[in-house]
């Protein structure tokens, strides 16, 4: 089964800095989304990027798929304490269903 | 538009009561919903797929008796967790779609945290 693995699994950077995380999947997908989520907390919505998209943009947010490489990557400009979460992808599973496969997340901690 | 709210957000019970959770597509139609089960510092997992009007698709080892699922109308699914025990603790977190006519995308609940005590 398909399953979208982020990189790094944790990271650590100063308030202001910017924050890369990165998302490979297995199978061919038309869209991933980006999720956030607090500790103890709920999923909030970042962003979709469909397969025919290449960046999209939201506030300090920056998301890029690369299908031919499997990849998508999630970019927070100028991070704020306040970022400080676990980010996963989710991509939709095999053709026909509409299952979501998970990714095993990133833990962003900000430090002010 | 595509939002899905849960209900209740938390709850806690005792040992061998029932807890019914909600999952609501508030903007659509949704003929497809998803259950996912999160443990503490771990990814989602599926549980099952939640079509309207049919029953409902397990994931391998997940108790179908022990989670009952119902989606009764387009807009709304429930999971059931009966005679809940401790190792029921869990955020449980739906998904609802599809939203697009082209792509098949799900939108999520924003969870459901469950104690068992």
């Known amino acids: 089964s398909q399953q979208g693995e982020e990189d790094p699994q944790a990271l650590s950077i100063q308030e202001g800095e910017n924050a890369t995380m990165n998302c490979s999947y297995k199978?061919?997908?038309?869209?991933l989304q980006w999720y956030r989520q607090n500790s103890g907390r709920g999923l909030v919505h970042l962003i979709l990027?469909?397969?025919?998209?290449r960046e999209k943009h939201s506030g300090r947010l920056r998301v890029t798929l690369d299908t031919s490489k499997k990849s998508s990557s999630l970019l927070i400009t100028a991070s704020r304490a306040a970022d400080t979460a676990s980010y996963f992808c989710?991509?939709?599973?095999?053709?026909?269903?509409?299952?979501?496969?998970f990714g095993t997340g990133t833990r962003l901690k900000v430090l002010a | 538009g595509a939002v899905v709210s849960q209900h209740p957000s938390w709850v806690i019970c005792k040992s061998g009561t029932s807890v019914k959770i909600e999952c609501r597509s508030l903007?659509?139609?949704?003929?497809?919903m998803f259950w996912y089960r999160q443990f503490p510092k771990q990814s989602l997992m599926l549980m099952a797929t939640?079509?309207?009007?049919?029953?409902?698709?397990?994931e391998q080892g997940v108790e179908k008796d022990k989670f009952l699922i119902n989606h009764a109308s387009l807009t709304l699914s429930t999971l059931t967790v009966t005679s809940a025990h401790p190792e029921d603790s869990s955020f449980y977190i739906c998904?609802?779609?599809?939203?697009?006519?082209?792509?098949?995308?799900?939108?999520f609940g924003p969870g459901t945290r469950l104690t068992v005590l």
């Open positions: 903007d659509f139609q949704a003929t497809t």
């Open positions: 199978t061919s997908i038309n869209n």
């Open positions: 989710a991509t939709p599973g095999a053709s026909g269903t509409y299952k979501y496969i």
């Open positions: 939640s079509n309207e009007g049919s029953k409902a698709t397990y």
């Open positions: 998904s609802a779609g599809p939203w697009g006519r082209l792509y098949n995308e799900q939108f």
């Open positions: 990027i469909r397969s025919n998209e």
